[in-house]
């Protein structure tokens, strides 16, 4: 017992020690100071030739003619753009698994134990002003897994990546996806729903099951709380999600495309006492804005992406136009590693075909995907307090001609052009001398280099088509 004792203690003492030493490399980032831009704000209306001060990860002051503290890195931004850190509500960047399709209802699987930080997409998307994304389950089941919220901090541990404090979500799905109409994954035998019937009734059901379990736990929660000796339910990993949901603790983000369908889970989410929090591509959501803003849900949808299957051919370029003005919280996704990397482009595009303001496309990609995900208080427009999560353009970030040339997240630069094009030299000649390596590399017993085996062809499916890729 005392050498086991012993042991626990000098464990926790090393622990100790180690985190002391972890927070003790832990600098604060290189107060910043942003001179003589032109500031987006988004909230605030646009400020030009302003200075923008950034202090301890955060936005300390905004203003004209600001002096930077001793030591601070100067940027002059003449003739350039600061926008907020670009938001994307709908990703499925840095996945190592999209779906598990094995069952209708997955709500036990979590997007965040599936991470990879290296997945250079992400870097791409930083170069785009890209800094948080909402990483959502594929589209698979009508009730599909966990989402994860996180900010791009590309070649960091994973710890660092996830959101400090973003309400937990749950991904949906509605229409040809979940009820497998166009595909069936390698080797895995028809699956129920066949049909938008019984993807509702999947819902439904999944919910009646969860009041009963969480009926069950209140129940034990009172014995308990009288003092009875009561024995506790048997935990649900799959129901404790959805009770989550019906107590207003996790979003549902629901993918969704033809009217009548969303239609169908806005009341069924009314009649279990919910509100669905976005309804992502929502291609239809322009035949029933009113009613989406009466339900209260937000909206994420694609600018002009349609007819690519039977179910998006009522699609229009005025969706995401015509529900703003019908008072829905509208957003722009990117569903895409490549589109993530021209969101501003996604929302300039919102502007020719709806007419919109500039402040008002701004906010699809900013402010707006910001409130669908609950973490407004931190991000999403250039404010006193806020993260300092944005970018500095060439020129405004609605022009064509505009482009990144540095990515702030916490007040850390995770992307800057100039660095990157200095970089390349030296990296493509460290490719070439270790491609020669390789092929000058001594094979044992002489014998010529092995031939690899064929692989079979990695299936990704996301939320539109199914992709076939030779990774």
């Known amino acids: 017992m005392i050498r086991t004792i012993t042991t626990l203690c000098f464990a926790l003492v090393c622990t100790l020690v180690a985190?002391?030493?972890?927070?003790?490399?832990?600098?604060?980032?290189?107060?910043?100071?942003?001179?003589?831009?032109?500031?987006?704000?988004?909230?605030?209306?646009?400020?030009?030739?302003?200075?923008?001060?950034?202090?301890?990860?955060?936005?300390?002051?905004?203003?004209?003619?600001?002096?930077?503290?001793?030591?601070?890195?100067?940027?002059?931004a003449t003739g350039k753009y600061v926008l907020p850190g670009i938001i994307d509500c709908h990703s499925h960047s840095?996945?190592?698994?999209?779906?598990?399709?094995?069952?209708?209802?997955?709500?036990?699987?979590?997007?965040?134990?599936?991470?990879?930080?290296?997945?250079?997409?992400?870097?791409r998307a930083l170069a785009g002003g890209v800094t948080t994304l909402n990483l959502l389950h594929g589209s698979a089941n009508p009730i599909g897994g966990q989402n994860q919220v996180v900010k791009i901090k590309y070649g960091r541990p994973i710890e660092e990546f996830l959101f400090p404090d973003a309400p937990p979500g749950i991904k949906f799905a509605l229409g040809e996806n979940p009820k497998r109409s166009n595909f069936r994954f390698p080797g895995q035998a028809q699956r129920y729903p066949n049909s938008r019937m019984g993807v509702e009734e999947t819902i439904r059901d999944a919910f009646v099951r969860a009041q009963d379990y969480k009926r069950q736990w209140d129940e034990y929660n009172a014995a308990k709380a009288r003092g009875e000796n009561v024995v506790p339910p048997r935990r649900d990993l799959q129901l404790e999600p959805l009770v989550e949901v019906l107590e207003g603790k996790r979003y549902v983000h629901a993918h969704c495309y033809r009217a009548e369908e969303i239609l169908m889970l806005m009341n069924l989410a009314e009649e279990f006492g919910f509100r669905v929090r976005t309804l992502q591509?929502?291609?239809?959501?322009?035949?029933?804005?009113?009613?989406?803003?009466?339900?209260?849900?937000?909206?994420?949808?694609?600018?002009?992406?349609?007819?690519?299957?039977?179910?998006?051919?009522?699609?229009?370029?005025?969706?995401?136009?015509?529900?703003?003005?019908?008072?829905?919280?509208?957003?722009?996704?990117?569903?895409?590693?490549?589109?993530?990397?021209r969101l501003?482009?996604?929302?300039?595009?919102?502007?020719?075909?709806?007419?919109?303001?500039?402040?008002?496309?701004?906010?699809?990609?900013?402010?707006?995907?910001?409130?669908?995900?609950?973490?407004?208080?931190?991000?999403g427009s250039l404010e006193v307090g806020k993260d300092a999560d944005l970018a500095i353009w060439t020129a405004h970030p609605l022009s064509v001609?505009?482009?990144?040339?540095?990515?702030?997240?916490?007040g850390e630069v995770f992307f800057d052009r100039q660095a990157d094009l200095a970089r390349r030299e030296a990296l493509a000649k460290e490719r070439a001398e270790l491609e020669k390596a390789e092929v000058n590399r001594p094979q044992s017993g002489g014998s010529p280099p092995p031939v690899p085996a064929p692989r079979r062809p990695a299936y990704r499916f996301g939320d539109n088509c199914l992709q076939m890729t030779k990774e």
């Open 19 to 76: 985190i002391r030493e972890t927070l003790a490399q832990q600098k604060a980032p290189t107060p910043t100071l942003i001179k003589n831009a032109t500031l987006l704000t988004v909230t605030k209306g646009t400020l030009e030739n302003s200075d923008l001060l950034i202090e301890n990860g955060k936005i300390a002051k905004i203003g004209k003619g600001l002096t930077a503290p001793a030591g601070a890195r100067v940027i002059d």
């Open 344 to 379: 501003n482009m996604e929302a300039a595009r919102v502007m020719k075909y709806g007419d919109l303001t500039e402040d008002e496309a701004l906010r699809l990609i900013t402010i707006n995907p910001a409130i669908q995900l609950g973490i407004d208080r931190r991000v």
């Open 401 to 410: 001609y505009a482009r990144v040339e540095m990515t702030f997240i916490d």
């Open 281 to 341: 591509h929502v291609l239809e959501g322009y035949k029933i804005a009113r009613e989406i803003a009466k339900h209260g849900a937000g909206a994420s949808a694609f600018a002009d992406f349609w007819a690519y299957k039977v179910e998006a051919y009522d699609a229009i370029p005025h969706d995401a136009a015509l529900m703003t003005r019908a008072g829905v919280l509208v957003s722009l996704n990117s569903d895409d590693d490549g589109r993530a990397r």
């Open 94 to 123: 840095m996945l190592d698994a999209i779906n598990e399709g094995s069952l209708s209802v997955t709500s036990m699987c979590r997007i965040r134990d599936v991470l990879n930080p290296n997945d250079v997409d992400l870097y």
